[in-house]
């Protein structure tokens, strides 16, 4: 890791996931800000308004992709065209239940997308995330 994680941003409409990613965070002291989103039009809204202080931006996206109003692959999508401009370097890794092979392998063909984990999530997993970050 090349530098230290400072904001990580969780979207994820899942509540017992968010409880659990938080305290596995928090309890290993892994960054400095979360920010926690229910959907991705959530999280989009609010990086909009933070947008041209890049600084504010995530490092790290942990993002589901079944969630109410815009899933996952349309956050994505927003997200590129958002943060195109601002030169910040931002991981995103999809953290889902799917099981399903196709949202695997469109997670593996977008370049943006690090890493396609299952959840839940276990320390060793927020381990392997965080220590690769080489933002």
Not at 83 to 112: C, F, M, P, Q, W
């Amino acid at each position: 890791m090349t530098n230290k994680i400072i904001n990580v941003c969780i979207i994820d409409d899942d509540e017992v996931y968010i409880y659990s990613v938080i305290k596995l965070i928090k309890s290993k002291g892994l960054c400095g800000n979360l920010m926690v989103f229910k959907s991705g039009f959530e999280a989009l809204n609010h990086l909009k308004s933070i947008i041209k202080t890049p600084n504010l931006l995530p490092d790290i996206i942990l993002l589901d992709i079944n969630m109410p109003k815009m899933d996952g692959w349309q956050f994505v999508e927003e997200f590129n065209k958002l943060n195109s401009k601002t030169g910040k370097k931002v991981i995103i890794h999809i953290v889902s239940s799917s099981i399903d092979v196709r949202d695997e392998s469109k997670a593996n063909s977008l370049s943006v997308i690090s890493n396609y984990y299952f959840k839940p999530v276990t320390r060793e997993m927020l381990d392997t995330i965080f220590q690769n970050a080489d933002i």
